[in-house]
């Protein structure tokens, strides 16, 4: 019996392979229900050949609930390009694009093909302890207790089960606070499959449709961390912070509901020797958390299930099935958290703006194609000496 501390979209994920492949497990999330919150989310190529793997008709029901991101952009904020790339070339190897979508939406997505019997809310996990080498007792919150063979932690950045395995593990602060909506706003038909991020003086702003009507856009600024909105001001703070930016920016915020903004400070995990002690072992972010300035915080949680549903295909989950785990996916992992981060630095200069932008508008597509083309691959014959 495999336990998923976590039903957020990598514990969901990884659920619905061990479903697929008749592995025993269950679930335990600590919300009460499952709800349309939250904002947006970029399904990139990595993360839908995945899910296509796994379950053919739930790759089919993202593509049609969700909106083909076909041409990225980074621009000044009036829309200038600094880069510009279309993503013909990744629907030529794949057969699709980036996939924008409502983050709620794909985890409803994910419940539908999933028995609800093995869903358990209301669950937060509190300790564990070894009652032999085969057997683990996990208690949560709420005052009951279960017996594993084997758990895995997918709780996220802030993961409870990753401070009872590294209780001197912490988080980075970037520097950056940002916000993230879902708005109303009609946009102009150039942006209907156009994921687009502006780049202004220490601020940017990025948005892309999701569906038909809806737009999720998300704001970063410098910040101190920890900082609390005055929801009564927020929207005229934001229109003032963008107040340079294109009009759509200032009518986006205008259209969105404020109890549907949300404020979070961006950090990262400090890098980790080890996700697993013994039969316990971390996936997503609460194994790898990163910042979000490449898109790939949900996409390598999703490949994380990848490597370790195939694994346990094969085998027991044993200590030595996660450190395969581990060694599969460390070195991506690790340079993509590094690129995250430095990402953000580059994005949010303070001075020497237009020097960082022409030197960005020289880089040649084919680089760029080739550097996109290498997060997005899987290695497929990882498993061939397991």
């Avoid at 600590?30 to 053919?56: C, H």
């Avoid at 991101?69 to 000044?76: A, E, L």
């Avoid at 409502?102 to 209301?122: C, E, M």
Wanted: hydrophobic share 40%.
């Amino acid at each position: 019996m495999i336990s998923i501390i976590g039903g957020g979209i990598g514990g969901l994920v990884l659920a619905l392979a061990l479903e697929k492949n008749g592995i025993d497990y269950q679930l335990y999330e600590r919300t009460e229900a499952f709800r349309m919150v939250g904002a947006g989310i970029w399904m990139p190529p990595n993360a839908l050949q995945v899910l296509k793997s796994i379950d053919s008709d739930v790759f089919r029901a993202i593509l049609k609930e969700g909106n083909a991101i076909k041409r990225v952009s980074v621009t000044d904020p009036q829309f200038n390009s600094i880069t510009d790339s279309n993503q013909d070339f990744i629907k030529r190897k794949w057969g699709f694009v980036t996939t924008a979508i409502h983050r709620g939406k794909l985890q409803q997505i994910l419940l539908r093909y999933l028995p609800a019997k093995k869903i358990h809310l209301g669950k937060v996990f509190k300790v564990y302890t070894y009652l032999n080498e085969t057997e683990i007792s996990v208690s949560f919150m709420d005052g009951t207790s279960i017996i594993t063979n084997a758990v895995i932690g997918a709780d996220g950045l802030n993961s409870s089960v990753r401070a009872a395995l590294f209780p001197n593990s912490g988080l980075r602060y970037s520097g950056q606070t940002s916000w993230r909506g879902i708005s109303s706003y009609k946009l102009k038909k150039d942006f209907d499959h156009r994921g687009l991020v502006m780049w202004g003086k220490q601020v940017q702003f990025g948005l892309s449709k999701i569906s038909k009507g809806q737009v999720y856009w998300f704001a970063v600024q410098l910040s101190k961390p920890n900082l609390k909105d005055n929801k009564s001001l927020l929207k005229d703070q934001l229109k003032n912070l963008f107040a340079s930016f294109s009009e759509d920016v200032i009518h986006l915020i205008d259209e969105t509901p404020i109890e549907q903004i949300i404020r979070s400070d961006l950090n990262e995990l400090r890098l980790l020797d080890s996700w697993h002690k013994g039969n316990i072992c971390l996936i997503g972010d609460a194994a790898h958390g990163m910042t979000p300035d490449l898109g790939q915080g949900g996409a390598q949680a999703i490949e994380d299930v990848y490597y370790l549903s195939n694994l346990l295909s094969n085998s027991e989950p044993t200590e030595e099935v996660f450190q395969m785990f581990y060694k599969l996916r460390k070195e991506k992992v690790q340079k993509i958290v590094r690129q995250s981060w430095n990402s953000g630095r580059v994005a949010n200069l303070k001075y020497g703006i237009t020097f960082r932008n022409f030197l960005l508008k020289g880089i040649p597509n084919k680089f760029l194609e080739k550097q996109m083309l290498k997060t997005y691959s899987l290695d497929e014959n990882a498993f061939e000496d397991f």
